[in-house]
T-cell receptor, first 115, second 112 residues
Framework: AQKVTQAQTEISVVEKEDVTLDCVYE???????LFWYKQPPSGELVFLIR??????QNEISGRYSWNFQKSTSSFNFTITASQVVDSAVYFC????????????FGKGTKLTVNP | DAGVIQSPRHEVTEMGQEVTLRCKPI?????LFWYRQTMMRGLELLIY????????DSGMPEDRFSAKMPNASFSTLKIQPSEPRDSAVYFC??????????FGEGSRLTVL
Protein backbone atom coordinates (compact mmCIF):
# COMPACT_ATOMS: atom_id res chain seq x y z
CA ALA A 1 0.00 0.00 0.00
CA GLN A 2 1.11 3.53 -0.69
CA LYS A 3 1.05 6.04 2.11
CA VAL A 4 2.35 9.52 2.83
CA THR A 5 2.74 10.73 6.40
CA GLN A 6 3.19 14.34 7.38
CA ALA A 7 3.53 14.13 11.12
CA GLN A 8 3.54 17.87 11.69
CA THR A 9 -0.04 19.07 11.62
CA GLU A 10 0.76 22.72 12.28
CA ILE A 11 3.94 24.74 12.55
CA SER A 12 4.25 28.35 13.59
CA VAL A 13 7.42 30.37 13.08
CA VAL A 14 8.51 33.96 13.10
CA GLU A 15 9.49 35.63 9.87
CA LYS A 16 13.08 34.98 8.75
CA GLU A 17 13.30 31.69 10.61
CA ASP A 18 14.15 28.55 8.66
CA VAL A 19 11.54 25.81 8.79
CA THR A 20 11.55 22.18 7.67
CA LEU A 21 8.42 20.27 6.78
CA ASP A 22 8.73 16.52 7.14
CA CYS A 23 7.38 13.89 4.77
CA VAL A 24 7.70 10.14 5.12
CA TYR A 25 6.36 7.79 2.49
CA GLU A 26 5.67 4.11 2.05
CA UNK A 27 5.60 2.26 -1.24
CA UNK A 28 6.51 -1.13 -2.62
CA UNK A 29 7.30 0.26 -6.03
CA UNK A 30 10.92 0.69 -7.03
CA UNK A 31 9.99 3.46 -9.42
CA UNK A 32 7.92 6.27 -8.00
CA UNK A 33 7.64 10.03 -7.89
CA LEU A 34 7.37 12.41 -4.97
CA PHE A 35 5.78 15.84 -5.00
CA TRP A 36 5.18 18.90 -2.89
CA TYR A 37 2.18 21.17 -3.30
CA LYS A 38 1.29 24.44 -1.59
CA GLN A 39 -2.27 25.44 -0.71
CA PRO A 40 -2.43 29.14 0.18
CA PRO A 41 -5.46 30.64 1.90
CA SER A 42 -7.06 31.29 -1.50
CA GLY A 43 -7.59 27.53 -1.75
CA GLU A 44 -6.11 26.24 -4.98
CA LEU A 45 -3.16 23.87 -4.75
CA VAL A 46 0.05 24.92 -6.44
CA PHE A 47 2.63 22.46 -7.72
CA LEU A 48 6.12 23.04 -6.30
CA ILE A 49 8.33 20.09 -7.22
CA ARG A 50 8.48 16.56 -8.60
CA UNK A 51 11.26 14.11 -7.79
CA UNK A 52 11.76 10.60 -9.15
CA UNK A 53 12.98 7.71 -7.05
CA UNK A 54 16.26 7.43 -8.91
CA UNK A 55 17.37 10.96 -8.26
CA UNK A 56 18.43 11.57 -4.68
CA GLN A 57 20.19 14.80 -5.42
CA ASN A 58 18.95 17.65 -3.29
CA GLU A 59 17.07 20.39 -5.05
CA ILE A 60 17.23 24.10 -4.35
CA SER A 61 14.98 26.75 -5.78
CA GLY A 62 15.46 30.16 -4.26
CA ARG A 63 14.51 29.94 -0.59
CA TYR A 64 13.09 26.45 -1.06
CA SER A 65 15.08 23.24 -0.82
CA TRP A 66 14.19 19.59 -0.78
CA ASN A 67 16.05 16.69 0.78
CA PHE A 68 15.24 13.24 -0.57
CA GLN A 69 16.62 10.24 1.34
CA LYS A 70 15.57 6.80 0.18
CA SER A 71 17.27 5.17 3.17
CA THR A 72 14.74 6.80 5.49
CA SER A 73 11.89 7.10 2.94
CA SER A 74 11.76 10.81 3.50
CA PHE A 75 11.33 13.82 1.28
CA ASN A 76 11.64 16.89 3.49
CA PHE A 77 11.04 20.47 2.46
CA THR A 78 12.94 23.41 3.93
CA ILE A 79 12.05 27.06 3.61
CA THR A 80 14.95 29.35 4.38
CA ALA A 81 14.33 32.82 5.78
CA SER A 82 10.57 32.31 5.87
CA GLN A 83 8.21 35.09 4.90
CA VAL A 84 4.60 35.81 5.77
CA VAL A 85 3.62 34.91 2.20
CA ASP A 86 4.86 31.38 2.85
CA SER A 87 1.91 30.83 5.18
CA ALA A 88 -0.06 27.98 3.66
CA VAL A 89 -0.83 24.32 3.93
CA TYR A 90 1.86 22.19 2.33
CA PHE A 91 1.15 18.75 0.98
CA CYS A 92 3.57 15.98 0.18
CA UNK A 93 2.37 13.42 -2.39
CA UNK A 94 3.45 10.15 -3.94
CA UNK A 95 2.60 8.68 -7.31
CA UNK A 96 2.22 4.97 -6.90
CA UNK A 97 2.98 3.75 -10.40
CA UNK A 98 6.17 5.52 -11.35
CA UNK A 99 5.11 8.62 -13.16
CA UNK A 100 1.44 7.74 -13.02
CA UNK A 101 -1.16 10.44 -12.81
CA UNK A 102 -2.60 9.06 -9.57
CA UNK A 103 -1.27 10.92 -6.53
CA UNK A 104 -1.61 9.91 -2.90
CA PHE A 105 -1.47 12.98 -0.70
CA GLY A 106 -0.41 13.37 2.90
CA LYS A 107 -2.72 15.16 5.31
CA GLY A 108 -0.74 18.37 4.98
CA THR A 109 1.18 20.66 7.31
CA LYS A 110 -0.22 24.09 8.04
CA LEU A 111 2.59 26.62 8.22
CA THR A 112 2.00 30.00 9.78
CA VAL A 113 4.71 32.60 9.45
CA ASN A 114 4.21 35.47 11.85
CA PRO A 115 5.64 38.93 11.24
CA ASP B 1 -3.39 32.23 -19.68
CA ALA B 2 -6.56 31.03 -18.00
CA GLY B 3 -6.15 28.38 -15.36
CA VAL B 4 -8.55 25.60 -14.47
CA ILE B 5 -12.01 27.08 -14.10
CA GLN B 6 -14.55 25.58 -11.76
CA SER B 7 -18.16 26.48 -11.13
CA PRO B 8 -19.95 27.10 -8.94
CA ARG B 9 -17.48 28.33 -6.32
CA HIS B 10 -20.01 27.77 -3.59
CA GLU B 11 -23.10 25.61 -3.51
CA VAL B 12 -25.53 25.14 -0.67
CA THR B 13 -28.23 22.58 -1.20
CA GLU B 14 -30.58 20.37 0.70
CA MET B 15 -30.21 16.69 1.19
CA GLY B 16 -31.66 14.74 -1.71
CA GLN B 17 -31.04 17.40 -4.32
CA GLU B 18 -28.92 16.87 -7.39
CA VAL B 19 -25.62 18.74 -7.52
CA THR B 20 -23.58 19.33 -10.66
CA LEU B 21 -20.05 20.70 -10.49
CA ARG B 22 -18.35 21.91 -13.63
CA CYS B 23 -14.76 22.18 -14.76
CA LYS B 24 -12.94 23.67 -17.70
CA PRO B 25 -9.34 22.39 -17.83
CA ILE B 26 -6.38 24.26 -19.19
CA UNK B 27 -6.30 24.09 -22.96
CA UNK B 28 -3.89 21.44 -24.20
CA UNK B 29 -3.87 19.45 -20.98
CA UNK B 30 -4.79 15.85 -21.67
CA UNK B 31 -5.52 14.66 -18.15
CA LEU B 32 -8.28 15.82 -15.82
CA PHE B 33 -8.82 14.96 -12.19
CA TRP B 34 -11.56 15.37 -9.62
CA TYR B 35 -10.44 15.52 -5.99
CA ARG B 36 -12.41 15.96 -2.80
CA GLN B 37 -10.98 17.65 0.28
CA THR B 38 -12.35 17.31 3.80
CA MET B 39 -10.82 17.88 7.19
CA MET B 40 -11.27 14.26 8.16
CA ARG B 41 -10.07 12.52 5.02
CA GLY B 42 -7.81 15.10 3.43
CA LEU B 43 -7.42 15.08 -0.35
CA GLU B 44 -8.96 12.12 -2.09
CA LEU B 45 -8.82 11.35 -5.79
CA LEU B 46 -12.30 10.58 -7.02
CA ILE B 47 -11.69 9.97 -10.72
CA TYR B 48 -9.35 10.92 -13.48
CA UNK B 49 -9.59 11.08 -17.24
CA UNK B 50 -6.95 10.84 -19.90
CA UNK B 51 -7.85 12.14 -23.34
CA UNK B 52 -11.47 12.35 -22.18
CA UNK B 53 -11.58 8.65 -21.21
CA UNK B 54 -12.10 7.69 -17.56
CA UNK B 55 -8.99 5.83 -16.42
CA UNK B 56 -9.55 5.26 -12.73
CA ASP B 57 -12.80 5.84 -10.88
CA SER B 58 -11.97 3.68 -7.88
CA GLY B 59 -12.20 6.70 -5.63
CA MET B 60 -15.79 7.49 -6.47
CA PRO B 61 -17.58 6.90 -3.18
CA GLU B 62 -20.71 5.23 -4.48
CA ASP B 63 -23.23 5.15 -7.26
CA ARG B 64 -24.56 8.53 -6.27
CA PHE B 65 -21.45 10.05 -7.82
CA SER B 66 -20.86 10.21 -11.54
CA ALA B 67 -18.43 12.11 -13.73
CA LYS B 68 -18.32 12.82 -17.43
CA MET B 69 -15.93 14.42 -19.84
CA PRO B 70 -17.77 14.88 -23.13
CA ASN B 71 -14.89 16.80 -24.70
CA ALA B 72 -11.41 18.05 -23.97
CA SER B 73 -12.60 21.34 -22.54
CA PHE B 74 -15.36 20.34 -20.16
CA SER B 75 -16.10 17.93 -17.35
CA THR B 76 -18.86 17.50 -14.80
CA LEU B 77 -19.12 15.78 -11.45
CA LYS B 78 -22.66 14.98 -10.43
CA ILE B 79 -24.02 13.89 -7.08
CA GLN B 80 -27.55 12.53 -7.05
CA PRO B 81 -29.02 12.44 -4.49
CA SER B 82 -26.75 14.53 -2.30
CA GLU B 83 -26.22 13.80 1.39
CA PRO B 84 -24.76 15.89 4.23
CA ARG B 85 -21.62 13.72 4.27
CA ASP B 86 -20.89 14.89 0.72
CA SER B 87 -20.12 18.36 2.08
CA ALA B 88 -16.54 19.14 1.04
CA VAL B 89 -14.43 21.18 -1.31
CA TYR B 90 -14.28 19.57 -4.72
CA PHE B 91 -11.25 20.35 -6.82
CA CYS B 92 -10.75 19.86 -10.49
CA UNK B 93 -7.20 19.68 -11.81
CA UNK B 94 -5.61 19.19 -15.19
CA UNK B 95 -2.14 18.22 -16.30
CA UNK B 96 0.07 17.46 -19.22
CA UNK B 97 2.98 16.02 -17.26
CA UNK B 98 2.43 13.17 -14.77
CA UNK B 99 1.87 14.51 -11.29
CA UNK B 100 2.23 18.17 -12.18
CA UNK B 101 -1.35 19.12 -11.57
CA UNK B 102 -2.88 22.54 -12.05
CA PHE B 103 -5.78 22.93 -9.68
CA GLY B 104 -8.84 25.10 -9.89
CA GLU B 105 -10.00 27.17 -6.96
CA GLY B 106 -12.45 24.50 -5.89
CA SER B 107 -16.20 24.24 -5.41
CA ARG B 108 -17.28 24.34 -1.79
CA LEU B 109 -20.36 22.17 -1.38
CA THR B 110 -22.59 22.27 1.67
CA VAL B 111 -25.42 19.79 1.89
CA LEU B 112 -27.93 20.60 4.62
Amino acid sequence: AQKVTQAQTEISVVEKEDVTLDCVYETRDTTYYLFWYKQPPSGELVFLIRRNSFDEQNEISGRYSWNFQKSTSSFNFTITASQVVDSAVYFCALSNQGGSEKLVFGKGTKLTVNP
Amino acid sequence: DAGVIQSPRHEVTEMGQEVTLRCKPISGHNSLFWYRQTMMRGLELLIYFNNNVPIDDSGMPEDRFSAKMPNASFSTLKIQPSEPRDSAVYFCASSTHPGELFFGEGSRLTVL
